[in-house]
């Protein structure tokens, strides 16, 4: 469902009369939802079981997945009902990724969290085919609905999975708090603030994708009900590729260094985000090259980071450390598809050209920029060591 936006988008803004900011607002409330609860639940994974965590995200993301269809009408009530959804779905994040931790040694670690995420993509990958089909054919709505049963699958397997088995839990602090094992600890920092311009890159490429690519669309004659469908269907190659790079990415991470990995991926990132929006107008093939490209190296690191905070704190604050990196990653990530649909309003709104869309991808650039920035001082931090090599 976290697809279910960006699918519909490019459908949605003119029936719902919205702005290329309003556009982007609701997106950002989705970004936001996941922030503000990944806080709470990244921090209470550290005194709950992760497991109890994980199945109620999944019992509430499925009860709204299947109320936005019938209840979104417009802008206020859109950002409401998927803003409750990331509230939802980010019960799911943390847990899973504290479980994955606990069941492998540091040696796998990366490639084990990298498919977890690899799985994450691919669920993206169906969402947008499955939707984008469904939206050409059958409407919007339908569309949300039939999108709304990934939840509710992911409910009934987690309750089966789960069922009895308790598992073993981390050490616990003596007292509730939100101590993140941060202060002082430059390489946790470091890692911390990667992700954040990492988050800003990826969640706003990802919200405004299908949208530009359907915009490409139009301007080579495809209709709007074409367009839109087919848009989403053809960005799910780029969420094929993110999938992929999850899995590459904690792979290569495990023996060329984690701070190896997050460097090549956000140079590459970055040169596809200061290119891809100026390509409005470029051939198809070329457009999707490309894209195929920026999906891989955008979320090639995102599990190296994930696995890179594990080894830099210690695990007793694991939950919180992983609550500051949420709040400050999806923050960044909320506002980075407003901005982008600001930058697209000073050029014409949906009537922007090739300059609209390539100022706004630009302005992600700018967060890949700063990603290598801190990926390069972590490197070259003498306790950061055993982030920089791999297996020997």
């Known amino acids: 469902m976290s697809m279910a936006y960006p699918t519909i988008l490019s459908v949605v803004q003119p029936e719902w009369r919205l702005s290329s900011t309003a556009a982007g607002s609701i997106s950002s409330g989705f970004q936001l939802g996941t922030a503000v609860s990944l806080v709470v639940v990244s921090a209470l994974a550290d005194y709950v079981n992760p497991r109890t965590l994980f199945i109620g995200g ?44 606990a069941r492998f040694e540091p040696a796998r670690r990366g490639n084990a969290v990298g498919w977890f995420l690899a799985s994450s993509s691919m ?17 919007w709505r339908t569309a949300v609905f039939v999108l709304g049963m990934g939840p509710l699958v992911c409910l009934v397997l987690a309750l089966v999975l789960f069922r009895g088995a308790l598992g073993s839990t981390p050490a616990r602090p003596a007292g509730f708090s939100f101590h993140a094992d941060l202060s002082g600890n430059r390489p946790a920092q470091l890692m911390v603030a990667g ?36 848009g989403a269907s053809l960005s799910a190659l780029f969420h094929v590729m993110g999938a992929v790079a999850s899995g590459a990415g904690g792979w290569l991470s495990d023996r060329w260094g984690r701070t190896a990995v997050i460097a090549g991926m956000m140079a590459i990132s970055s040169l596809c985000s200061f290119s891809f929006g100026w390509m409005l107008a470029a051939p198809v093939a070329l457009i999707m090259l490309v894209g195929s490209v920026y999906g891989f190296s955008a979320v090639g690191d995102s599990a190296v980071y994930s696995t890179g905070l594990t080894e830099t704190v210690t695990p007793s604050r694991l939950g919180s450390a992983l609550a500051v990196r949420s709040l ?20 014409g709104g949906r009537a922007a050209g090739a300059a609209g869309w390539g100022w706004a991808f630009s302005a992600l650039g700018v967060g890949g920029v700063l990603g290598l920035a801190c990926a390069l001082w972590l490197r070259t931090l003498p306790e950061s060591s055993r982030l920089a090599g791999g297996k020997r």
């Open 328 to 347: 400050l990653g999806f923050g960044a990530g909320a506002v980075a598809p407003l901005v982008f649909g600001m930058v697209l309003d000073l050029h």
């Open 58 to 101: 999944a019992a509430v993301a499925a009860a709204v997945s299947l109320l936005i269809p019938f209840a979104a009408h417009g802008h206020l009530s859109a950002l409401l009902l998927f803003t409750a959804l990331a509230v939802a779905l980010a019960g799911i994040y943390t847990p899973a990724v504290m479980l994955i931790s």
């Open 123 to 139: 669920g993206y990958v169906v969402a947008l085919i499955v939707g984008g089909f469904v939206v050409a054919q059958a409407g």
């Open 195 to 230: 992700y954040v311009f990492h988050s800003w890159e990826l969640l706003g490429m990802w919200a405004w994708t299908p949208a530009f690519m359907a915009a490409a669309l139009a301007v080579h004659g495809a209709t709007p009900e074409r367009s839109a469908g087919l």
